[in-house]
């Protein structure tokens, strides 16, 4: 034992580990074979019986051949790599940015009534508006290029981290707050170790919707102009008349972004160690 | 000096649109380095009146002082066992022990040893890395009441600390509490349900209506432990057996009893 009293990060890890893995393994099996019906559905219905044509929807080969082009040769003036690598950044710079504005101003709200007073009639103002109907006005102020959709995809994604971070402070069980004042701690420290972790929970919660809401935003935003990424590889397949290569587009999304949830994911376990034991 | 000083206090609470009187003209004081133990049926007002000494809540009326000064707000001077224990559940047992002490600014050495001490005292050495929900209530109990005496404070209030703990782990705080009070005599306000606890512990016993809360009577405890001379028996038990002791608890009980005369039939 340190004097810390903080427990051994090794087996503490090790043992959370092996019962993460023992919790999920029959779910994990379930997950598969659901995995398999699927896809000898699509393999029977598009290249058996050939029941749906390979104009609506691509067979298993069709689909592989379209991932070989973009992943080798390249698709919409670029390869996969690039065009998911183009993607991520720009959901990594609005996520980083809403998160890092968001977060604190939500925590601001929850934390002090006059800060609440001022920007919550703002903020319910501004709050309904779909964050794609801000598209138009940041062409307009950034044009067709990445700054444009960063906007947007902050944009998208503020919004959740705001209200989740506020409605974390507020449900910090008052007596915690009480025994606070009861001990004396300082505001700083009190800021750093009451209020946050009492957030924490519900911020998690806003940022993995403010991840969905970046995702969603980028496709559509790419979609209306963009040069990469992968909302850029849906619009050329489209036009292009190439269901293949929009299946090839979808799955990069969705995995992409599962990736990325999965990453916040293990965030949010390091974050909150005291979750993780339970 | 830091005595407690209820005078005249009145609480009203709103509940729908309507009033209710909880507290009604309570005066009572705990004298410095006094135990004073509250008792009363649920919801008479027990814990607002020791919220309003630790200065979470205010009277609608009258005035609650310590050490001569008009309670305005919380502060270290005054350590709380709250009733929900309210321990940080992302802070372990050190952490949470220390935290008040990190609040004053001490330093780490000094806060190192106090926690160690108090570790020892409520027998959770070996816990110290473990975080609140992986504790027993009893355990969770015992932090609470740590987190308090690690920061050696004037006043003491304490609501149900012991409620949580089974029989043996209960009188075996009950007789820490008696030893600490006697090395170290501090100014206590101290809840109770347990008529026996308020009597074994208490220099008084304050005791209760229902609702509206108000003063019954107060009991002298210390002048019959040492007219009968308790404290030299070394248990729990052995106090207890005293026919002066049984006296008093039956005298507390029946007070008790005349207040709820529906409410024993539905709580036992
Ligand atoms: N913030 C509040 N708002 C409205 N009513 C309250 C509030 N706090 C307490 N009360 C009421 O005041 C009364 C006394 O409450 P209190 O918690 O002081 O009782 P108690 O004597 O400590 O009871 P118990 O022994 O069950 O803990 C209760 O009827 C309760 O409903
Ligand atoms: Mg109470």
Redesign the pocket.
């Not at chain 2, 649920?42 to 607002?48: E, L, N, R, V």
């Given at each position: 034992m340190n004097p810390k009293g903080r427990p051994e990060g090794e087996s503490a890890a090790k043992r959370a580990a092996r019962r993460i893995v023992k919790l999920s393994r029959p779910s994990t099996w379930a997950g598969v074979a659901t995995f398999v019906v699927l896809f000898a559905a699509w393999y029977v219905l598009t290249t058996l019986t050939q029941t749906i044509g390979s104009g609506r929807f691509p067979s298993p080969g069709e689909t592989w051949e379209a991932f070989e082009q973009i992943a080798l040769t390249g698709y919409a003036d670029a390869r996969l790599v690039a065009h998911v690598l183009h993607s991520v950044k720009l959901v990594l710079l609005g996520f980083a940015a809403a998160t890092l504005v968001g977060v604190p101003l939500g925590l601001a709200m929850g934390a002090s009534r006059s800060v609440e007073a001022f920007v919550n009639p703002a903020f319910l103002l501004i709050r309904p508006i779909p964050p794609l109907a801000w598209i138009p006005l940041a062409i307009v102020w950034l044009g067709l290029g990445d700054a444009a959709k960063v906007l947007i995809i902050w944009f998208a994604a503020f919004v959740p981290a705001v209200i989740n971070s506020y409605s974390g402070v507020r449900t910090i069980e008052p007596y915690l707050i009480e025994a606070a004042r009861m001990l004396g701690v300082p505001r700083r420290l009190f800021v750093r170790e009451v209020l946050i972790p009492g957030a924490l929970p519900m911020i998690f919660t806003g940022l993995r919707l403010s991840l969905q809401a970046c995702w969603t935003t980028l496709v559509a935003g790419e979609l209306i102009g963009a040069i990469a990424g992968l909302g850029h590889v849906l619009y050329q397949a489209s036009l292009d008349i190439f269901p293949a290569m929009i299946v090839v587009g979808m799955a990069a999304v969705a995995i992409t972004a599962a990736v990325m949830t999965i990453a916040l994911g293990v965030v949010e376990r390091r974050a909150m160690p005291w979750r993780s034991t339970r | 000096m830091s005595d407690i000083a209820f005078r005249d206090v009145t609480r009203v609470?709103q509940?729908d649109g309507t009033d209710?009187l909880?507290l009604d003209h309570i005066s009572f004081d705990v004298r410095d380095r006094e135990f004073v133990a509250l008792v009363?049926p649920?919801?008479?007002?027990?814990?607002?009146c020791l919220r309003m000494a630790a200065g979470l809540e205010f009277p609608t009326s009258g005035t609650v002082s310590v050490g001569g000064k008009p309670v305005e707000r919380p502060g270290p001077d005054r350590a709380v066992v709250f009733?929900q224990f309210a321990l940080f559940p992302w802070k372990n047992v050190y952490e949470n022990i220390d935290f008040g002490l990190r609040s004053k600014g001490m330093p780490e050495a000094a806060r190192r040893e106090r926690i160690a001490r108090q570790v020892e005292l409520m027998g959770l050495q070996g816990y110290e890395s473990a975080y609140p929900h992986q504790l027993s209530g009893g355990m969770q109990q015992r932090v609470a009441i740590a987190r308090s005496y690690v920061l050696d404070p004037d006043v003491l209030l304490m609501d149900e600390p012991f409620g949580a703990l089974d029989a043996q782990t209960r009188v075996v705080m009950q007789e820490e509490l008696i030893k600490l009070s006697r090395v170290n005599p501090r100014t206590v306000l101290f809840i109770t349900?347990a008529v026996d606890e308020a009597v074994f512990l208490a220099d008084r016993v304050a005791v209760m209506t229902r609702?509206p809360g108000r003063i019954r009577e107060i009991v002298d405890v210390a002048k019959v432990r040492e007219a009968e001379h308790w404290d030299r028996y070394e248990r729990t038990e052995e106090v207890m057996d005293q026919e002066s002791f049984v006296h008093l608890r039956t005298r507390i009980w029946r007070m008790l009893r005349e207040q709820q005369p529906q409410e024993a039939a539905l709580e036992t």
């Open positions: - | 609470f509940r209710f909880t009363g649920s919801g008479c007002g027990k814990t607002t009733q349900h609702r």
